[in-house]
């Protein structure tokens, strides 16, 4: 193996984030010259050898019990989502990588049914490695009016949110406290990353994030791990102006790998109006493309936002 992997990764960052004070030590040594905690101090909260956590840390090591990762876990002050992170950090290191190239996300009729009876909020459907795999006329004016509607539709052009986030510009401008949003899709990812280390696509995204977002790069070396629940974020919308919405994931049982991101705002608040006129835009622009026989457009005011690399959002 190559390096430490994504286990040793997730371990050096997590301890590189306590201090001797954090877990109860007293640092009466000579300066430090390591972040955090050093390995020995680690392997002695954790009751395990130094060389043995060493291994761990240096990917050399694949076999960790239950039980040493919970001393792992508790000397490491990891919370419930860390440490469900830890264990299937671990459990894909006992076992090689299958490196087949996954078939692309499908739809479900159920879930599709669903979608469309949700149509009075911005709704839309992500699959595991955040690719839009459907959004309802309303989810798509509040959060991408500037691509194509139909773009979800073709596997091979269908959005990725976090692709999105980090490299498209409207997005960005879309969300007043960007770097709270940015934080939680990263913390996402790192859950989708856990659950399929052998996932080439995810992978290459990842690689892609990497390579062409300094802001990615930092968020994704602090190794947090989250899951996007729930959280209310103010949006500076191209057509509505401000509006305050909070966004709800929710599971969906027969295709447990997907999602579904609603926007609601709170009865009679400036923010339900501000739906309301753009679920009025929305409608007509809708209507008048079914009457000439054309796809519909995005508005006039976010046309401008085609000259963002609106096809490299849009692939896989």
């Known amino acids: 193996m190559n390096g430490p992997g994504p286990l040793g990764a997730f371990l ?4 590189a984030r306590l201090r001797p004070e954090d877990v109860g030590l007293r640092d009466l040594g000579p300066r430090r010259r390591v972040a955090g905690l050093r390995r020995e ?6 009751g395990v050898s130094v060389s043995y956590y060493a291994r761990l840390e240096q990917g050399q090591s694949r076999g960790a019990s239950a039980e040493v990762l919970d001393a792992i876990g508790r000397a490491l002050l990891l919370d419930d989502h860390e440490r469900e992170h830890l264990d299937r950090l671990a459990g894909a290191a006992r076992h090689a990588p299958r490196l087949r190239r996954p078939r692309p996300e499908k ?10 009876a949700v149509d009075a909020v911005p709704a839309i459907v992500l699959g595991r490695r955040t690719d839009v795999l459907a959004w309802n006329t309303l989810g798509h004016a509040l959060l991408a009016g500037h691509l194509d509607f139909l ?3 073709a596997p091979a052009r269908r959005p990725n949110m976090s692709r999105m986030l980090f490299l498209d510009p409207h997005c960005q401008e879309l969300y007043a406290d960007w770097k709270r949003k940015a934080r ?14 052998e996932d080439p696509l995810l992978a290459e995204l990842i690689g892609e994030l990497t390579m062409k ?7 994704w070396g602090d190794h947090r791990v989250a899951p996007c629940d729930a959280a209310a974020y103010e949006l500076h919308h191209p057509v509505v102006g401000t509006v305050t919405v909070t966004q709800q994931t929710l599971s969906i049982a027969r295709s447990p790998e997907q999602a579904l991101i ?20 929305s409608g007509s622009r809708a209507r008048h493309a079914d009457s000439v026989g054309v796809p ?19 692939r896989r």
Not at 262 to 281: K, N
Request: net charge negative.
């Open 184 to 197: 939680a899709v990263v913390g996402n990812l790192r859950i989708a990353v856990g659950r399929h280390p």
């Open 213 to 219: 977002s300094p802001e990615f790069v930092a968020l």
């Open 296 to 314: 519909e457009k995005p508005h006039r005011h976010v046309q401008a936002a085609r000259k963002v690399p609106g096809e490299e959002m849009t």
């Open 151 to 153: 773009g979800p539709d």
């Open 107 to 116: 739809l479900a009729d159920e879930t599709r049914d669903l979608l469309r």
């Open 262 to 281: 609603v926007c609601t705002t709170p009865a009679g608040s400036s923010s339900d109006e501000a739906l309301a006129l753009l679920r009025q835009a």
């Open 12 to 15: 050096q960052a997590r301890r």
């Open 41 to 46: 101090e680690l392997a002695e909260l954790a």
